[in-house]
């Protein structure tokens, strides 16, 4: 099971999130979008989406970068494994309390606000469940690491997310001791990746790139080319001038 979880069920998860969520896009481009409730509870919102997407960003930014960088380059850098996994722990802290304040609030708003909740889907409600049950197992993964200062599980983690990415045999060997916190953390957000085309996070894909070099344009009402009115009608009278008006 364990060869199965962290060894192929990687390639799985990946695959469906890249090709359906291209065939939903080609397919049904209509949904692409994240259903945005901000008229509701707009103050929450506003409180909750900044806090959320500056939160979850940070994540996202830190697990690519320091789980996928060659451990040579940060070598070379001079940056030990030490010191890598103390800023870990202070800025995922950090940025996965922020995501936990955010992310309450938006799901508060989901659950309990009842016009919110007629216009909401499984889906919605669901993934946001289980980004929070995510977001708790990693905040949890924080305590285990205070244990492991010197890095030398951070290393494991890199190992196994590389060996994954360029496609190498006994990845799940890395973490095959690591505690099973972490693997619960792994083997969530591998099934959130596998869920991905299917929710409202297929708009995390989405910038509007385009409008960078998109022409501008102005719509103008015109005349040219309008049809003649029908025989027997006059236009509506307008507002009379006087001289000198």
């Given at each position: ?20 969520s291209?065939?939903?896009y ?32 940070t ?21 030990s ?6 800023l ?39 993934i ?44 799940a ?11 619960a ?13 299917f ?16 022409p ?10 309008a ?19």
């Open positions: 099971m364990h060869n199965f979880v962290f060894g192929i069920y990687p390639y799985i998860a990946i695959t469906v999130m890249v090709m359906a291209i065939a939903r080609e397919r049904d481009p209509f949904t692409w979008k994240s259903k945005s409730s901000q008229l509701l509870r707009k103050r929450q919102f506003i409180a909750g989406s900044v806090l959320f997407h500056v939160g979850i960003l994540i996202f930014g830190g697990h690519l970068v320091g789980l996928l960088t060659p451990i040579q380059v940060f070598d070379f850098l001079g940056v494994h030490e010191a890598k996994q103390i870990a722990i202070s800025a995922g802290g950090i940025a996965g309390i922020m995501t936990l304040v955010g992310g309450t609030l938006l799901l508060h708003r989901r659950l309990f606000d009842p016009r919110i909740r007629a216009n909401s889907t499984l889906a919605d409600t669901g946001m469940v289980l980004l929070m049950a995510q977001l708790l197992l990693g905040l949890a993964t924080i305590i285990v690491s205070l244990g492991h200062l010197d890095g030398t599980e951070m290393v494991k983690f890199m190992n196994w997310a590389q060996a994954i990415i360029y496609m190498r045999a006994g990845a060997d890395f973490i095959v001791d690591v505690n099973p916190l972490f693997k953390h792994i083997a969530l957000g591998l099934t959130i990746f596998l869920l991905f085309p929710t409202r996070l297929v708009h995390m894909f989405s910038a509007p790139v385009r409008y960078l070099w998109r501008g344009y102005q719509i103008v009402r015109s005349r040219r080319g049809k003649p009115a029908p025989a027997g009608l006059s236009p509506l009278p307008g507002p009379r001038m006087e001289p000198g008006e």
